[in-house]
T-cell receptor
Framework: GNSVTQMEGPVTLSEEAFLTINCTYTATGYPSLFWYVQYPGEGLQLLLKATKADDKGSNKGFEATYRKETTSFHLEKGSVQVSDSAVYFCALCVIGKLIFGQGTELSVKP | GAGVSQSPSNKVTEKGKDVELRCDPISGHTALYWYRQSLGQGLEFLIYFQGNSAPDKSGLPSDRFSAERTGGSVSTLTIQRTQQEDSAVYLC??????????????????FGPGTRLTVL
């Protein structure tokens, strides 16, 4: 079946620290991969996506590379800000529906 | 342009009552999706529509849940005889066209703000 496993949170970092949130997936077929972000009190927003192997998605300083050989799509940012505090969801899409990981809460302290 | 809108934003109901949740997708988007976000279960897929048809209803948790879409636009999710375990945030999303076998179609789904349902 199709599933997504994310690094468990919460993750607490100091401002300007390096961020990695691990995401691995299992899929039948050839999925597209996504990171969505949910800021406190707000709805889900698309952060970045990749549709084929070796594609790199990027947005707002965040990056993730579609690694088919390791079935991974790890999220990285070189220098986090307090405003990046949110819950991050990794997801895959094979046919129609999105399948989400459990979410990783990130808290960035000044 | 306008995003996905949902109404009501909050709904409090008594156990056993029926509720209707509404979703208005982005104009021009032919695919519409319903998800549920709860503390214990995370984000779960419920059902999606391509046009007015529902190719995948596999996520509906019981026959108390139903959804319809008319005119290829607005969708309504109905929960009959609500139970306390139905309490959650119900999210709607839309995309240009649902991804099909073989990879055609558009994956990127844009979410509405959600309806928070509380069953007392």
């Amino acid at each position: 079946g199709n599933s997504v496993t994310q690094m468990e949170g919460p993750v607490t970092l100091s401002e300007e620290a390096f961020l990695t949130i691990n995401c691995t997936y299992t899929a039948t077929g050839y999925p597209s991969l996504f990171w969505y972000v949910q800021y406190p009190g707000e709805g889900l927003q698309l952060l970045l996506k990749a549709t084929k192997a070796d594609d790199k998605g990027s947005n707002k300083g965040f990056e993730a590379t579609y690694r088919k050989e390791t079935t991974s799509f790890h999220l990285e940012k070189g220098s986090v800000q307090v405003s990046d505090s949110a819950v991050y969801f990794c997801a895959l899409c094979v046919i129609g529906k999105l399948i989400f990981g459990q979410g990783t809460e990130l808290s960035v302290k000044p | 342009g306008a995003g996905v809108s949902q109404s009501p934003s909050n709904k409090v109901t008594e156990k056993g009552k029926d509720v209707e949740l509404r979703c208005d997708p982005i104009s021009g988007h032919t695919a519409l999706y319903w998800y549920r976000q709860s503390l214990g279960q995370g984000l779960e897929f419920l059902i999606y529509f391509q046009g007015n048809s529902a190719p995948d209803k596999s996520g509906l948790p019981s026959d108390r849940f139903s959804a319809e879409r008319t005119g290829g636009s607005v969708s309504t999710l109905t929960i009959q005889r609500t139970q306390q375990e139905d309490s959650a945030v119900y999210l709607c999303a839309s995309s240009l066209k649902a991804r099909e076998p073989g990879g055609r179609g558009t994956d990127t789904q844009y979410f509405g703000p959600g309806t928070r349902l509380t069953v007392l």
